[in-house]
């Protein structure tokens, strides 16, 4: 089976595949023998079914600090954070 | 075609700093420069939006250290964000070149690589960020829009109800992080309906409520197309968003001439004439 970020980063990088139908790419990940999870995905057009092969982790988006003097009441704790679990 | 040029021996072991942008899709937007800055670490802090990127991340060098586990449902996001500057700034005081890579642009909606480089070269070290391909490059090219064409502003949407904000409705207005606006904990990773109605309160005062709003993301994966969806304003409460969507608003109005400084320009394009003559 073919490693799924390898296959991931060709068709980012490649001109033709990035804007390939899922029916065209479909095809190439057949031949390339592309993850279940991968292929699932493409067809489905839900890139979420891809998350299962790589443990439906989530991450986090914002890096907003919008709040109004909060800036200057965090500086005092700044500190007292405990090292979360990795 | 790149030729082996060997790198010049680093005597100092100085501590560094570079903070780069991965881009938006993984695979699309890595520039040379910031893979090169990411091979040559010795440690790299990945801030990145989507999992998978990070495992691509992983595979471009042997000590990739997610900051995701730093979030957490109730903190604060400064905190943190502090907790990134610090993990990146120990490094570096230990004398190692560290990386920290971040989604899109590294200093675009991005607290903590410009605090880090700002610590780092306080303290004397060498710091540097190297731009990335934004959220906002991808929405120019995916929604066809010219900032230069009408104007464009840009605001996190919760800044835009905290103060008192000019908004500009002949050209194109952009709102981010709309999914959590009015958060005021800087704790919770979305907000519901009701905070976006006092948004669409807001912007009701410069646009009228069936005013289509555009509502778009960005490809992570090179498997995604754009997502654009197309609502009426007063709509945009009860739609459901996530954190990395972004609203943008087109012009409500034409643009309309500034006739007193065009008078004035006649005036000195007269003058400038007779100066000649």
């Given at each position: 089976m073919a490693d799924t970020i390898d296959l991931l980063e060709t068709i980012g990088s490649d001109a033709t595949l990035r804007h390939a139908s899922a029916g065209e790419l479909g095809d190439m990940l057949e031949r390339a023998q592309a993850s279940a999870a991968l292929k699932a995905a493409v067809a489905s057009g839900?890139?979420?079914?891809?998350?299962t092969e790589f443990g439906n982790k989530a991450n986090q988006v914002p890096e907003s600090v919008q709040s109004p003097a909060h800036e200057e009441e965090e500086e005092e704790e700044e500190g007292n954070e405990p090292a979360p679990e990795k | 075609m790149t030729m082996p040029i060997s790198t010049p021996?680093?005597?100092?072991r100085r501590g560094s700093l570079a903070c780069v942008g991965l881009g938006m899709t993984l695979g699309s937007h890595l520039t040379p420069l910031a893979r090169s800055h990411i091979e040559q670490a010795d440690v790299v802090f990945a801030g990145l939006s989507d999992a998978i990127v990070e495992v691509w991340l992983g595979r471009m060098h042997p000590d990739v250290r997610s900051l995701q586990p730093y979030y957490a449902e109730g903190k604060s996001r400064l905190k943190t964000y502090r907790q990134w500057v610090g993990l990146m700034m120990a490094e570096v005081r230990a004398g190692k070149r560290v990386c920290g890579v971040f989604y899109g642009?590294?200093?675009?909606?991005?607290?903590s690589p410009h605090k880090a480089i700002e610590a780092a070269r306080a303290e004397g070290f060498q710091a540097h960020m190297e731009p990335g391909i934004s959220a906002e490059d991808c929405l120019y090219a995916d929604l066809g829009i010219?900032?230069?064409?009408y104007g464009c502003q840009h605001f996190e949407a919760s800044q835009l109800l905290f103060y008192r904000r000019r908004i500009e409705n002949t050209g194109y207005l952009v709102l981010w992080?709309?999914?959590?606006?009015?958060?005021?904990?800087?704790?919770?990773?979305r907000t519901g309906p009701a905070y976006r109605q006092v948004l669409v309160d807001l912007l009701a005062e410069d646009y009228p409520l069936d005013h289509e709003v555009l509502i778009y993301r960005g490809a992570t994966l090179p498997i995604q197309p754009p997502r654009i969806r197309r609502i009426a304003l007063r709509d945009l409460p009860q739609v459901a968003l996530t954190a990395e969507e972004t609203v943008v608003l087109p012009p409500a109005e034409p643009m309309r001439l500034n006739q007193a400084i065009l008078d004035r320009l006649d005036a000195l394009d007269r003058l400038e004439a007779h100066a000649k003559m």
């Open positions: 839900d890139s979420a079914m891809l998350s | 021996p680093n005597e100092a642009h590294p200093g675009i909606f991005a607290w010219d900032p230069g064409r992080q709309v999914g959590l606006v009015g958060d005021r904990s800087l704790g919770r990773f």
